[in-house]
T-cell receptor
Framework: NAGVTQTPKFQVLKTGQSMTLQCAQDMNHNSMYWYRQDPGMGLRLIYY???????DKGEVPNGYNVSRLNKREFSLRLESAAPSQTSVYFC????????????????FGAGSRLTVL | SQKIEQNSEALNIQEGKTATLTCNYTNYSPAYLQWYRQDPGRGPVFLLL?????KEKRKERLKVTFDTTLKQSLFHITASQPADSATYLC???????????FGKGTTLSVSS
C-alpha cells in the first residue's frame, strides 16, 4: 500500500513559470487536501476536495488552482510562480479511524519542496 | 477565527524523563483534538485522537489529556528516548468540519 504519493519531490522554478504538483492516494479516501508548510507558520490549508468533483478554498488559496481529476488524484497548479510560493507542499487524504467515525484523521504524503527564484 | 497555539517552539529533555507538550485553542469548541508527529523531510503522521468527552487517552508511552474548560490539551511521552525526537503538531477540525487546522508544532529533542 503506497498511501499518498506526491510528485515531484523537489522542484526549482523561475518567477513566472508554471507547474503542477501531482498527488495520488490508493486508500479509496473521499477527501483530499493541499497544505503548505513554512518555517514559523506551520501547516496552512490551500485547497481541499471533500469528494470527487468538488473543491473548496482553504486559508491561503491565492496564486493556486486545483483539480480533482478522479477519486484518486488531486493536483495543485501554480500558474505564475512567485518567490512567496517557495515552500514545502503536502498532500493529504482523509482516513476514518475505526473507532472514530467522522473524525478527519489525515494521511500525508512525503512532501514536495518547491523553490521559486 | 479559530486559533491553535503550541506555546513551546522547542523542548529539550534528557532520556528517560517525561516530555510534556501543550496545545491551547481559542474561539472554538472542537469535538476532538489530534496529535501528529513529523520527522525532518517527511509528512506528519497521525498519533492519537481524543474526543471532547474523554479526559485522557493512552497509547503505549503516549498520553493525551483534553480539558475543554481550559481549552487545552497536554501530550505526554513517558520514558522518553532519543528516537522520540521530532516535531509534534496538534490539530483541530475547522468549524465547518471539513479540514484540519494545525498548530505550529513543538520540536522535541531527547538527549542520551
Amino acid at each position: 500500500n503506497a498511501g499518498v504519493t506526491q510528485t515531484p519531490k523537489f522542484q526549482v522554478l523561475k518567477t513566472g513559470q508554471s507547474m503542477t504538483l501531482q498527488c495520488a492516494q490508493d486508500m479509496n479516501h473521499n477527501s483530499m487536501y493541499w497544505y503548505r508548510q513554512d518555517p514559523g507558520m506551520g501547516l496552512r490549508l490551500i485547497y481541499y476536495s471533500a469528494s470527487e468533483g468538488t473543491t473548496d478554498k482553504g486559508e491561503v488559496p491565492n496564486g493556486y488552482n486545483v483539480s480533482r481529476l478522479n477519486k484518486r488524484e488531486f493536483s495543485l497548479r501554480l500558474e505564475s510562480a512567485a518567490p512567496s510560493q517557495t515552500s514545502v507542499y503536502f498532500c493529504a487524504s482523509n482516513k476514518l479511524s475505526g473507532g472514530d467515525s467522522g473524525a478527519n484523521v489525515l494521511t500525508f504524503g512525503a512532501g514536495s519542496r518547491l523553490t521559486v527564484l | 477565527s479559530q486559533k491553535i497555539e503550541q506555546n513551546s517552539e522547542a523542548l529539550n529533555i534528557q532520556e528517560g524523563k517525561t516530555a510534556t507538550l501543550t496545545c491551547n485553542y481559542t474561539n472554538y469548541s472542537p469535538a476532538y483534538l489530534q496529535w501528529y508527529r513529523q520527522d525532518p523531510g517527511r509528512g506528519p503522521v497521525f498519533l492519537l485522537l481524543i474526543r471532547e468527552n474523554e479526559k485522557e487517552k493512552r497509547k503505549e508511552r503516549l498520553k493525551v489529556t483534553f480539558d475543554t474548560t481550559l481549552k487545552q490539551s497536554l501530550f505526554h511521552i513517558t520514558a522518553s528516548q532519543p528516537a522520540d525526537s521530532a516535531t509534534y503538531l496538534c490539530a483541530l477540525d475547522n468549524q465547518a468540519g471539513t479540514a484540519l487546522i494545525f498548530g505550529k508544532g513543538t520540536t522535541l529533542s531527547v538527549s542520551s
